[in-house]
C-alpha cells in the first residue's frame, strides 16, 4: 500500500479497500475464526446463557495516555459483558474511517486493538469498513458487538439490592475523563494523569466467586455519581457514600478543584461498582486488592432504605446531595 | 399589595356612660405578648371584663365609664408591644354587665382560617442583657426569651398559640419560671415559650459517639469544633434566631399557590385569596437536611393556614433543587425569571402599585436569565408582570463555574486575563494556590479561554469578588459573601469615581463597561481603603449613569435597588444619595431580605400577575 492517508479510493470496494483490509486490518486481527472472504461466521459457544452487547466509539482525541480509541473499542464492550457476569468471547468490529486519515495512526490503532483483544481472549470475528467524506468523522469512529456466555444460575440486577447491602469501587475514579480531557484540549499537563481503560475481567470474575453480589456496573459515562443514580432510581432506595473513602488520584482531584469539575461524575474506561451483601463485603474488598490495579479498591457506601436519595457524606459529617447528571452543569451559586 | 402594618381603630362605637363593650382584633396578635398588655391596659384604665384568644384573633369584653372605654381602645392601637401587628376588626357595644376583675381567659379553639402565626423575634436587648449577667439564673442560656422575643413560628404545631400548642408542652415549668408566667408584672408573664436550664431544653453537642449534655459544655465543644469552620455555625445560630416571617395582605386572587424559592438562602411562600405567607429562612438547598425543612415547611404552611397549593411557582434554572422539586409534584408548575421576581418581590413589598415605570437594579450573585445566560447585574423597566431587561455590565468569564463564589481570587483572576493582565493574573494564581500555581495557573488559563466550564456571567457579585481580589482583601472566602462584606468594611472615605462607559448593545439593552475599574484597581497603587472606596463609589456612579440614559428615552416613576448585592450598605447608600439629590425616588427592601430569601414572594407576585 503506498497512500499515506485514507482516500475515498480506499471505500469503494476495490483494490485499495482489500489491500487496506488485509494490510491493516486482517494483518493485526488475524485469528482461526476471522475468514475475510465469509459474509457471516458460525460460533460454537459453550454452556449457559449467550450475552450480547453492542457499543460505539468516537473518543477525542484518538490516542491518549493510557490507550487510544482501539483499546478502548475492546474495553468498553467486554468490560460491559464482564459487569453484566459473563466471558465475552467473540467481537464484530466496525470502522469509520475519515478521508485524510493518516494510515501510520489507522495501523497503530487497530494494532493496540489486537494486542487488547489477544490479551483478554476475546477474537474479532467480523468486521466492515466504511470511509467517511472529510469532514463528516472525527478522524475515525469505531463500532464493537460483543458476543459472550454466562453461567445459566448466576443473576445479576437491581432486583437483588437491598437495604444495607455495600457499594464497592475497584479503583480510583475519574482517571480517564481527565486523561482524555487534558489530551483533548492539548494542556500542558498532558500525560500527568493516565486514562484507566483496562479489562475489568479479574475484577468481575472475582466478584462473581460470592453468592451476596447482587450488581455490577463499570462507571463510565456520567461516572461514580450516575451509577449511583441509576442503582437509586430502579431500586427505589437511597445510597449513601463516604466522601474519604471514595478513591481519587491526587492529580484528578487537583485538576478537578482547578478547573471545577467533580470527579465523580467523570467517565472511568476500567473500574468496576459492585453491590453485595455485608457479610461478603469484606472478603471481596481483600479480594480486589489483591489484584493488579486492585490495591486501591474500597468500600465507598451503603444501600439506604431510609431514603430515595444519593448522598455524600462529607468529611466534616455534612451531607451533600449527588444530583443527577445535568447536560451541561450551569452555576447555582455564583 | 401592602405590607400590612399598624392601623389605626377601623370602627368606633358611640358609648356614654358606664357600658360593656366588646372588640375583635386581627392580624399579629398572637404569641406577641397582646392578651397580657390588654389586660395591663385594662388595669390601668380601671375597666373589669375579660380577653382571650380564638382562633387568629383576640376578643376583648371590658365594662367601664365611657371615656375609660375609649381611652383604653385608643391605647389598643397606640402602645400596643412594638412586634404586634393589630388591627381592631369590629367593636360593638354590649348589654351592660358586672365583672368582678379583669381576667385573661381560656382560649377558643373554634373560628375561621383567617390567622397570623407569628413569626421568630430575634432576642431583645433585656434578654440579652441577662443571658449576658453571671449572676442571671439563665446565664448563657441559649433558649431565653419572653414576651417581646424569642421562638414563636418554629414551636406552634396548631392555633390558638397556648404553650399546649407548641413544642415547649413537654417542659413543665418549674416554680421560678411558672411565678414569672402568672405575674402579671413580669416580662415573661404568660410567654408561652419561657425556659430555663432548670426546666427547658438545652444544647447537646454531638460528633461521633461524643455527646456533651451540659448547656455550657456544649456550646465551647459546638465553637472549638467549629473554630476554623465559622460559617456552619454561623449560619445554624441564624437559622435558629433570625427567620422572619412575613405575614402580608395582598391583592391577590384566584387559586392558591406555593412559591419554592430559589437555591441559596431559601425560603417559600404560600398565598391564597389576599394573603401571602413567606416561610422562615431554610438555607442553601443543597443539604438533605435543607430538602427536609423545605418540605415540612411547605407542608405545614398549608396545613396550619388550611389552604392547599393547587399550583406551584419555581425559579427558571433547572438545576434548582427546589425547581426539580416542584416539577416533581404532580401540579401545574410556572417558572419566573429570577430577576423578574426580585423586582416584584420589591415593587410589591413597596406596595407601589401606582406606577407603571419602575426601573428596578437586580444586582446579585447570579440568575438564570432568559436566554441561558447567567445574569446579575441586570437593570429591569417595567412593573409586576411585564418587565424587559434594559441594562446590564459587560459579563464576565467565570473560570470553574460554581467555584467561584467561595474563591474570589477566580472573579480577580478572570477580571485580569479579560484585561490582558497576564502578570497580575499570575501574581493571584500564585497568592491563592499556592505550589501548584505554576501548573495549575496555566491550566486554568487554557480552560478559560477555551470556554471550559467557565460561563459567562454579568453578575454584579463577581465584581466584588473581583475587587476583593485584586486588592488582596479576600481570595478565598469560607463563607458565601465574605469577600463583597471585607470589601465594604475596608472601604475609606468617599472618593471620586472611575467613569466607566456605557455602550447600548446591538439589542438595545445598555451595557457597563467595569475595564476601567478594574484596570485601576490593578495598575495604581493606592492604599486598600482607598481602592475600596473607590470601587463603591464607581458601582454606584455607573448605576447612576444609566439611571440618567435610561430616563432620557423612557419614563422612569420610580428606581428600585433589590437583589444581595444590595445588602451593602456603603454602595445602596452611595446610589441612593445620587439619585436623591437628582430628584429621582428610590424603592428599598423594607420587611423581605433583598436577598434570595425574597425570592418566593417575588415568584408569588409574578404568578398572580402574569
Known amino acids: 500500500m503506498q497512500d499515506k492517508h485514507i482516500s475515498l479510493a480506499h471505500g469503494n470496494g476495490g483494490r485499495y479497500m482489500r489491500e487496506l483490509i488485509e494490510e491493516v486490518f486482517a494483518r493485526h486481527l488475524a485469528n482461526p475464526d476471522l475468514d475475510i472472504g465469509l459474509d457471516a461466521v458460525p460460533l460454537s459457544l459453550a454452556e449457559g446463557e449467550v450475552m450480547f452487547t453492542t457499543d460505539g466509539f468516537t473518543v477525542q482525541p484518538l490516542e491518549f495516555p493510557g490507550g487510544n480509541i482501539g483499546s478502548l473499542a475492546v474495553h468498553g464492550t467486554t468490560n460491559d459483558l464482564a459487569v453484566a457476569g459473563a466471558e465475552p468471547l467473540y467481537l464484530s468490529l466496525n470502522a469509520f474511517i475519515e478521508e485524510g486519515m493518516e494510515i501510520e495512526t489507522l495501523d497503530r490503532i487497530i494494532a493496540t486493538l489486537a494486542a487488547t483483544a489477544n490479551e483478554i481472549g476475546v477474537r474479532v470475528v467480523a468486521g466492515d469498513t466504511k470511509v467517511l467524506r472529510r469532514g463528516e468523522g472525527g478522524g475515525l469512529y469505531l463500532a464493537t458487538t460483543g458476543v459472550g456466555v454466562r453461567q445459566s444460575d448466576r443473576q445479576l440486577g437491581f432486583d437483588g439490592i437491598t437495604d444495607g447491602d455495600r457499594i464497592l469501587v475497584s479503583g480510583p475514579v475519574g482517571d480517564h475523563g481527565i486523561a482524555v480531557l487534558l489530551a483533548r484540549e492539548q494542556f500542558g499537563l498532558r500525560g500527568d494523569v493516565v486514562s484507566d481503560a483496562a479489562s475489568v475481567l479479574p475484577f468481575t470474575r472475582a466478584a462473581l466467586a460470592y453468592d451476596g453480589l447482587r450488581f455490577m456496573r463499570d462507571p463510565t459515562r456520567g461516572g461514580l455519581a450516575t451509577v449511583c443514580h441509576e442503582i437509586s432510581q430502579q431500586t427505589g432506595l437511597g445510597i449513601r457514600m463516604q466522601q474519604p473513602d471514595i478513591p481519587v488520584h491526587d492529580a484528578v482531584q487537583s485538576v478537578c478543584e482547578m478547573l471545577g469539575y467533580d470527579p465523580f461524575y467523570l467517565a472511568c474506561e476500567g473500574r468496576v461498582v459492585a453491590v453485595i451483601s455485608e457479610a461478603q463485603t469484606d472478603a471481596l474488598l481483600s479480594d480486589w486488592r489483591r489484584l493488579p490495579q486492585g490495591d486501591q479498591a474500597a468500600v465507598i457506601g451503603t444501600v439506604n432504605g431510609l431514603s430515595d436519595r444519593v448522598l455524600l457524606v462529607t468529611e466534616l459529617g455534612g451531607e451533600r446531595m449527588l444530583d443527577e447528571l445535568e447536560d451541561d452543569p450551569l452555576p447555582r451559586i455564583c | ?610
Open chain 2, 1 to 610: 399589595m401592602k405590607v400590612s402594618t399598624l392601623s389605626a381603630a377601623s370602627t368606633h362605637a358611640q358609648r356614654s356612660g358606664s357600658g360593656t363593650a366588646h372588640w375583635r382584633l386581627s392580624g399579629v396578635v398572637q404569641g406577641v405578648g397582646f392578651r397580657p398588655f390588654v389586660y395591663r391596659l385594662a388595669r390601668v384604665h380601671g375597666l373589669t371584663g375579660w380577653v382571650r384568644n380564638c382562633t387568629g384573633q383576640v376578643e376583648i369584653i371590658a365594662t367601664g365609664d365611657a371615656a375609660q372605654l375609649d381611652a383604653f381602645e385608643n391605647d389598643l392601637i397606640k402602645q400596643a408591644p412594638p412586634i404586634a401587628r393589630s388591627r381592631i376588626e369590629s367593636c360593638e357595644n354590649l348589654p351592660f354587665e358586672v365583672f368582678e376583675a379583669f381576667q385573661i381567659r381560656d382560649s377558643e379553639a373554634s373560628g375561621s382560617a383567617d390567622i397570623h402565626v407569628p413569626p421568630d423575634y430575634f432576642v431583645c436587648d433585656q434578654c440579652r442583657a441577662e443571658m449576658n449577667d453571671p449572676n442571671d439564673r439563665r446565664f448563657q442560656y441559649p433558649f431565653i426569651n419572653c414576651t417581646q422575643c424569642g421562638p414563636r413560628y418554629t414551636l406552634i404545631e396548631a392555633l390558638p398559640y397556648d404553650r399546649a400548642n407548641t413544642s415547649m408542652a413537654g417542659f413543665k415549668l418549674c416554680a421560678a419560671c411558672q411565678a414569672e408566667y402568672d405575674d402579671i408584672g413580669s416580662r415573661r408573664f404568660h410567654a408561652e415559650p419561657v425556659a430555663c436550664p432548670d426546666c427547658g431544653p438545652g444544647p447537646v453537642f454531638h460528633q461521633g459517639d461524643r455527646l456533651v449534655d451540659n448547656t455550657r459544655a456544649a456550646l465551647s465543644a459546638c465553637v472549638s469544633v467549629n473554630r476554623d469552620h465559622y460559617s456552619p455555625l454561623h449560619h445554624l445560630l441564624l437559622a435558629a434566631f433570625g427567620s422572619p416571617l412575613v405575614a402580608t395582605s395582598a391583592n391577590i386572587s384566584g387559586q392558591p399557590v406555593l412559591a419554592v424559592g430559589g437555591h441559596m438562602k431559601n425560603t417559600v411562600c404560600l398565598a391564597w385569596d389576599d394573603r401571602a405567607v413567606v416561610s422562615p429562612h431554610i438555607g442553601d438547598m443543597g443539604t438533605t437536611r435543607s430538602l427536609e425543612v423545605f418540605e415540612q415547611l411547605c407542608g405545614d404552611l398549608q396545613r396550619l393556614y388550611k389552604v392547599r397549593a393547587e399550583a406551584l411557582t419555581c425559579d427558571m434554572h433547572p438545576g434548582y433543587v427546589t425547581s426539580r422539586w416542584a416539577q416533581r409534584q404532580g401540579l401545574p408548575v410556572t417558572e419566573v425569571q429570577h430577576h423578574a421576581a426580585h423586582a416584584s418581590a420589591l415593587v410589591a413589598e413597596a406596595g407601589d402599585w401606582s406606577a407603571d415605570h419602575h426601573l428596578v437594579f437586580t444586582w446579585d450573585g447570579v440568575g438564570y436569565g432568559d436566554n441561558g445566560m447567567l445574569w446579575g447585574g441586570e437593570a429591569l423597566y417595567g412593573r409586576p408582570g411585564d418587565w424587559q431587561r434594559v441594562a446590564t455590565l459587560r459579563p464576565l468569564r467565570l473560570p470553574g463555574g460554581d467555584k467561584a463564589s467561595r474563591e474570589p481570587w477566580r472573579s480577580a483572576v478572570a477580571a485580569a486575563w479579560d484585561a490582558g493582565e497576564e502578570q497580575v493574573a499570575d501574581r493571584i494564581i500564585m497568592a491563592a494556590v499556592g505550589a501548584n500555581a505554576s501548573k495549575l495557573g496555566p491550566l486554568l488559563y487554557q480552560a478559560w479561554q477555551k470556554q471550559l466550564n467557565a460561563p459567562l456571567t454579568s453578575a454584579a457579585g463577581r465584581l466584588f469578588d473581583a475587587a476583593a481580589g485584586l486588592t488582596g482583601v479576600c481570595l478565598n472566602a469560607s463563607y458565601e459573601g465574605q469577600a463583597p462584606m471585607q470589601l465594604e468594611s475596608v472601604a475609606g472615605k468617599s472618593i471620586d469615581p472611575v467613569a466607566m462607559p456605557l455602550r447600548a448593545r446591538q439589542d438595545g439593552v445598555l451595557e457597563a463597561d467595569w475595564r476601567p475599574l478594574i484596570s485601576h484597581l490593578m495598575k495604581v497603587n493606592e492604599p486598600v481603603d482607598e481602592s475600596a472606596a473607590r470601587f463603591h463609589e464607581s458601582l454606584a456612579e455607573c448605576l447612576y449613569q444609566q439611571v440618567l440614559e435610561i430616563t432620557r428615552q423612557r419614563p422612569v416613576d420610580a428606581v428600585g435597588l433589590c437583589g444581595g448585592v444590595f445588602q451593602n450598605r456603603r454602595l445602596t447608600e452611595a446610589c441612593v444619595r445620587r439619585l436623591e439629590s437628582h430628584g429621582i425616588r428610590v424603592v428599598l427592601g423594607g420587611q423581605l431580605p433583598v436577598n434570595d430569601a425574597g425570592l418566593s414572594f417575588g415568584q408569588v407576585v409574578e404568578f398572580t400577575v402574569s
